[in-house]
């Protein structure tokens, strides 16, 4: 067996109808490396068809060909293409012929070529997508995430053919299960030898296993084996031990194949849940501090490059989230791998919708076909993952409560059971959608909602979800779960515990303002096992759902979603470029996770302006800076988060203000003084004592130029990338967030520029230029090899010294 990445060499153009090669006309090829978005580059406009639900992108189809040799040894072989992530309605065909298909744009797939395959000539490979007004947010459009070819034997282990799982584990060994399947596409019955070893981390190969099998022509064969690992590393957050297994598949003596190896990363880790000891991990307790994520990489656009996947996965991680859910659709591989080498903890998730759609042209319309076998792509590339420790079917699905709902809620639960019985099974519930038909009823009846009607309101949602409505109409679905999940139903934490005694919940989704009052509910509940915060990292689409209004902006109009040119739902914890916001340290004070106080200080500019629309998914306007040229002498409010009682503001060691933290929000103090540039102090107490303290500079001048690689040696594939980090500091360097400039980069050598972004939420500029306007004195750039070599970024600012970067691109260690 070979797997060979196939993501060079393709170019995308327009769909060409089959007399293309007669009709003439401009070529309007691009040539691109896999991954790739092919609507990142597209024209924003106001009157796109999907307005700010998918970030003002237009709708668009593609055309993506690759034309290859084929080996003539590869006749009598099979042939598969392995498309991890096509967006969207994927049709795949070689040699202009129709080879396979699938709807979901995020489902892992494979093709049989081999019936289409010419041995020894020249192949030319097609997929075409088509995306619009298919998704509530951005999820841009192509071949998103890696195409892999794989050729076998004709007696071979089977694509995701080998599943690892830990039976148990005991005080002195774990005992594992390797099941393997192998199918005979030849002609005649074959004999071979299966050999399974396993190596621990420390690349010691500490068991192993053989096992004959014959396998009759069109027949398959499973093969158990059971290891016994003696002291073993376990897979946890905190240390996350990874094991390979070799699993080889030879002729017997008399047999003339070649064999195959699969090779197949395994974490050795239980998982189990209960209403009174919460989740497992290795019999450990573990609390799920969540976060819930879209799949694009801002910047890069959908594109899912596994250097992008693991940066984004670990700044999550360093801002103490553990774990991840997956919104609304499956992770891509390249995330979970990083996952599982990081110890962050993952919900993965199926679906947004079932047969009731909430777009025009959204995946309800397929759901009833393909539910069952995007089910089993999402189990199957999931299970060898530790990472991966519950299955969510759905969010936020319309007819959960409706009988028949209930009836399709058991169906894919169970279906993902039979496919994984190792795992839990959730469901992300809104409670409010599940009674939307008799939503006027349950407000008429309760006059404490009635008076919260017309708000965007935490405090609405959760209460709706607590009514008995809710109650009777989405028991049945919930119990068809292993662990239920709410979204803004927090409510219903203490009071499930009496109602249903035997009801595990998560919450799956929060709103990021609450999280003060979230996790002690949390703590105190053993039957609620996390929080999942909307969202941990911004995103594209969902424009301005936690943006601020103000009365004074023209463009004001108290709705939800914001104008043109809004960009991003300005609703992460971690901005676009993954610079961390204010509510990010709020959260790790509330998690017990920093001692330190965290100062911001809201926009100078907005002082004493009317806020018209702040919904809970908002955090303050506010930024954790003390440089605000040209408002020295003005009014400005600060405020501190601290896990304390009290708070003092100093201001070059004299004390400005001093307040009571809490009283407006958990563990958050606010005050009112004037910006004068100097250092401000947050000095924090409890009972009178010291409990922390920290401090912000003011920038002086001259302002320089600072560009900053996370890495800058990269491997020279389509896997790696080197984040440039690009800010205006001071001679001291202080970031300078108050003067922002226009900044332009040249990059030269073995490499491209494959993104340069900001935080910005709202702006006109495009992801594929070379010049960008700072945003609180940031901007990030994203550089991807080209093949290997030296890599050379130059970076510029009007008045400033231009910084050189060099970069080498090497060659990376074969992985066929």
């Not at 599943?163 to 596409?185: F, H, K, S, Y």
């Not at 010691?204 to 690992?229: F, H, K, M, N, S």
């Not at 995007?374 to 990472?387: A, G, T």
Request: net charge negative; glycine share 8%; hydrophobic share 40%.
């Amino acid at each position: 067996m070979t797997i060979t990445s196939f993501t060079d060499g393709w170019i995308v153009r327009a769909p060409r109808g089959p007399f293309a090669a007669v009709q003439g006309g401009a070529d309007d090829s691009v040539a691109v490396t896999l991954p790739h978005d092919a609507l990142r580059d597209a024209d924003r406009s106001a009157d796109a068809p999907a307005k700010g639900g998918a970030a003002y992108f237009p709708a668009g189809a593609f055309s993506y060909v690759k034309t290859f040799e084929a080996p003539g040894a590869w006749a009598g072989r099979i042939v598969r293409l392995e498309v991890q992530g096509a967006f969207r309605h994927a049709m795949v065909y070689l040699n202009d012929e129709f080879a396979g298909n699938r709807s979901d744009g995020f489902a892992r797939f494979f093709v049989d070529l081999t019936p289409y395959l010419r041995a020894g000539a020249t192949n030319t490979l097609r997929i075409e997508v088509r995306s619009g007004q298919d998704s509530r947010w951005y999820a841009g459009a192509g071949l998103h995430r890696p195409v892999l070819l794989h050729v076998d034997e004709p007696t071979h282990i089977v694509p995701d053919g080998v599943r690892i799982t830990t039976v148990r584990i005991e005080d002195d060994q774990a005992v594992l299960e390797v099941v393997t399947t192998v199918a005979n596409r030849g002609l005649t019955t074959r004999s071979h030898v299966l050999t399974t070893e396993l190596t621990s981390p420390a690349s010691v190969v500490v068991e192993q296993d053989r096992t004959p099998v014959t396998v009759a022509p069109g027949g398959t064969a499973t093969i158990r084996q059971r290891l016994y690992v003696q002291d073993p590393a376990l897979w946890s957050v905190e240390s996350p031990s990874l094991y390979t297994a070799q699993t080889t598949l030879a002729p017997a003596a008399d047999e003339s194949d070649a064999g195959s190896t699969v090779h197949t990363v395994h974490g050795i880790r239980t998982v189990t849940v209960d209403p009174r000891k919460g989740l497992r991990i290795n019999g450990e307790p573990v609390l799920l501090r969540g976060a819930c994520i879209h799949s694009d990489n801002g910047p890069l656009g959908a594109a899912s490059i596994a250097r992008a996947e693991e940066r984004r996965m670990q700044l999550l991680k360093d801002a103490g989230f553990n774990a991840i859910r997956a919104a609304h659709n499956p992770a891509s591989p390249a995330m979970l791998d990083a996952c599982d080498r990081l110890g962050m903890l993952v919900m993965d998730e199926a679906f947004d919708q079932w047969h009731r759609g909430k777009t025009t042209f959204d995946p309800s319309l397929d759901f009833e076909q393909w539910w069952r076998s995007d089910l089993e792509s999402m189990v199957d590339k999931d299970v060898n993952h530790p990472s991966v420790i519950m299955y969510s079917i759905g969010n936020e699905i319309v007819e959960v409560g409706t009988p028949h709902g209930a009836i399709l809620a058991r169906e894919l639960a169970e279906h993902v059971r039979a496919l994984d019985p190792t795992r839990p099974v959730t469901n992300g519930v809104n409670a409010t959608l599940s009674v939307l038909d008799e939503l006027d009823e349950i407000m008429a009846s309760d006059q404490g909602l009635n008076e919260l009607m017309g708000e965007a309101g935490a405090n609405m949602m959760s209460l709706i979800g607590s009514s008995d409505a809710v109650t009777t109409r989405t028991e049945e679905s919930s119990a068809a779960l292993d662990v239920l999940g709410l979204n803004y139903a927090d409510g219903r934490y203490a009071s499930d515990a009496e109602r249903f005694p035997h009801r595990v919940i998560v919450g799956s989704e929060t709103f990021p303002t609450q999280i003060g009052e979230l996790w002690p509910l949390v703590e105190a509940n053993p039957n609620v096992i996390g929080d999942f915060t909307w969202t941990g990292w911004d995103y594209l689409g969902e424009v301005g759902i936690g943006a601020t209004s103000y009365a004074e902006d023209p463009e004001a109009n108290g709705a939800l979603e914001r104008e043109f040119p809004y960009l991003t739902a300005w609703c992460g914890d971690l901005d676009l470029t993954g610079w961390r916001r204010p509510v990010s340290y709020y959260r790790e004070i509330v998690f017990g996770r920093r001692t330190e106080p965290a100062i911001a200080v809201l926009r100078p500019e907005r002082h004493g302006q009317t806020v018209t629309m702040q919904s809970p998914w908002a955090w303050s306007d506010s930024v954790d800076s003390w440089t605000w040229p040209g408002f020295e002498g003005a009014p400005v409010t600060v405020e501190v988060a601290a896990d304390a009682d009290e708070v003092a503001l100093l201001l070059d060691g004299t004390e400005v203000a001093r307040g009571q933290v809490g009283a407006r929000r958990p563990m958050l103090a606010s005050f009112e003084t004037v910006y004068r540039p100097g250092t401000l102090e947050a000095v924090a107490y409890r009972s009178g004592a010291v409990v922390g303290r920290t401090a912000l500079a003011s920038a002086t001048s001259p302002t320089q130029l600072v560009a900053t690689a996370d890495r800058t040696v990269i491997r020279a594939d389509d896997t790696d990338l080197s984040f440039v980090a690009i800010e205006l500091r001071d001679t001291a360097g202080v970031l300078v967030t108050g003067a922002d400039r226009q900044v332009s980069i040249d990059v030269s050598g073995a490499g491209v520029l494959a993104g340069f972004g900001t935080g910005t939420p709202s702006t006109t500029e495009r992801f594929d230029a070379t010049t960008r306007t700072t945003f609180d004195g940031r901007a990030l750039a994203i550089i991807r090899p080209t093949g290997p070599g030296s890599i050379t970024v130059t970076v510029s600012g009007a008045g400033l010294r231009d910084v050189v970067l060099d970069l080498e691109a090497v060659e990376a260690p074969s992985t066929s």
